[in-house]
């Protein structure tokens, strides 16, 4: 199971998790599409990608949420590279609040980047790999598809729904040889999770190591975070899994901090 000349758009790849999934997809020889909102940062890792090789990246400016730029981005990668073989949906953002204290828009905006997104990136994929009769899709879930923690409404209510979307692409791409999963991880320490650190101490009312010790860590079994490297490997599997086997599940790697 090897990604060798396989054409990979990840969104969010400019950061975090997305660029990691982009440098273990390229180290395997992928041809990798980084989309994310601004083109001088995708550019930026494009090109640092490229040059670790032995695959390569090209850069795409995408906002999950726009329909038009999504379909323009799908457009160029088929227009250079002919075809589509993954999908990673991993744009996401954070934003917590009590639930009595969340801002309409905010609650608006956490979904559309999350649901949208993996809506209108799917559906500008899927005409593509139903036409070559392959294609996986990857959604970017979360302990929190399966979990509830406070503060979090919009992202718990976000990441369960892509469970259920990816379970319907299942059943309608299996005909065509497409697969959709979900990859759950728990807390990775990216600029998404450092961001909510302080937040959540002043919402919740406790010093920073506690949200570190209690709340992101309490519950796993070895008090550690999950890394970048994790993600990316399930990631891996998932992309380069070869038959509908492996369609419509959800994969949870988090320190067992949540066990099913
Ligand atoms: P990050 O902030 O490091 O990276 C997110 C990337 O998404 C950034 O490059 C950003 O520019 C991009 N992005 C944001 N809005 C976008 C939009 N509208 N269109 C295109 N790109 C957009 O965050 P991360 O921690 O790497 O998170 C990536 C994904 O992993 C998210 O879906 C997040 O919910 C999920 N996740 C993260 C953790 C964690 O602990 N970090 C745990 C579980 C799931």
Known sequence: MNLKDKVCIITGAASGIGHGIAARFIADGAKVVIADLKLDAAQATADALTAKGPGKAIAV???????SQVNAGVATVVKQWGKIDVLVSNAGIQIVHPMQDFPFNEWKKLLSIHLDGAFLTTKACLPHMYKAGSGS???????????????????????????????????EGAAHGVRANVICPGFVKTPLVEKQIPEQARDLGISEKEVVDKVMLGDTVDQEFTTIEDVAEIAHVFAAFPTNALTGQSLVVSHGWYMN
């Open 61 to 67: 400016e995408m906002n999950v949420t726009d329909e």
């Open 137 to 171: 899709i990857i959604f970017m879930g979360s302990v929190h598809s399966k979990e509830a923690s406070p503060l979090k409404s919009a992202y718990v209510t976000a990441k369960h729904g892509l469970l259920g979307l990816a379970r319907v692409i299942s059943k």
